[in-house]
């Protein structure tokens, strides 16, 4: 008889063992239930910020864009009141930057400069730095004299001179053998702008003879090519192409 309880005693043990681990089983796939539902809540939140940060940045560029665009249209309509050619500060209303004279002058290389750009060394001497002869590191040859001819048109106060110093980059333009493409980035701030260039410089410089007239071009000479044509030719291909004659009546 008492092995008999015994036995019932230790089934009824196993019984209760079982029924703990299938508990135990139960709650761990309770818990793993709300870790996947935790998780999936979690991502789906994570997408939700995600779209909406996506959205936003979308928004922010479109704005941007559109403020840029803005921009470049309010930098491009002062640009058109401030030409270097044309340029007059007390019609544009705008504050020139005044450097003063450029009358200083390097105690190395006697380099003219402005009074900003210089400083001095333990030995007191004045110098421009990197820029001019770096305190007499870089010692270059003298220039070679300037033809007569053209130290009059730089120097004389008569008409031809003046008019030859009013249209220099013209006629510098006019001489030129080849031209540029570039990607045009320059910076228009209600002043005289500064040229910037961002990328490459492409460098165009054509056949030596024009081509016939086509989708190509117009057949006139340009840039190296009037360089072949006689000098009668040459003065006028250059006026009319320069736009010489409309700055000479300004």
């Not at 940045?57 to 665009?69: A, C, I, K, M, T």
């Not at 009141?81 to 004279?101: E, M, R, V």
């Not at 007191?124 to 040859?141: R, T, Y």
């Amino acid at each position: 008889m008492s092995d008999f309880n015994e036995l019932d005693d230790h089934l009824q043990q196993l019984d209760i063992n079982n029924n703990d681990v299938e508990n135990q089983r139960s709650r761990q796939n309770q818990l793993q239930n709300q870790r996947r539902e935790q998780q999936h809540e979690h991502d789906a939140q994570q997408h939700e910020h995600d779209a909406s940060n996506q959205r936003r940045r979308v928004l922010d560029q479109g704005r941007y864009h559109e403020r840029r665009n803005q921009e470049n249209v309010n930098s491009y309509l002062a640009a058109c009141k401030c030409n270097i050619d044309t340029f007059d500060p007390d019609t544009a209303n705008i504050i020139p930057n005044d450097l003063g004279s450029m009358n200083i002058e390097c105690d190395y290389c006697h380099a003219l400069g402005f009074k900003v750009e210089f400083r001095r060394n333990q030995d007191n001497k004045k110098h421009m730095g990197k820029m001019c002869c770096n305190q007499d590191q870089v010692k270059l040859d003298p220039p070679p004299p300037v033809p007569i001819a053209l130290y009059k048109l730089f120097t004389s106060d008569d008409p031809r001179a003046e008019a030859f110093r009013h249209l220099l980059r013209y006629f510098n333009a006019g001489m030129a053998m080849g031209s540029i493409q570039v990607d045009d980035q320059t910076a228009y701030q209600g002043g005289p702008a500064s040229f910037k260039v961002h990328g490459q410089i492409y460098k165009r410089i054509g056949p030596m003879l024009p081509s016939l007239p086509s989708v190509f071009g117009d057949g006139t000479p340009k840039c190296l090519q009037i360089w072949f044509c006689d000098m009668e030719e040459q003065a006028n291909l250059r006026v009319q192409q320069n736009c010489i004659e409309s700055a000479v009546r300004r």
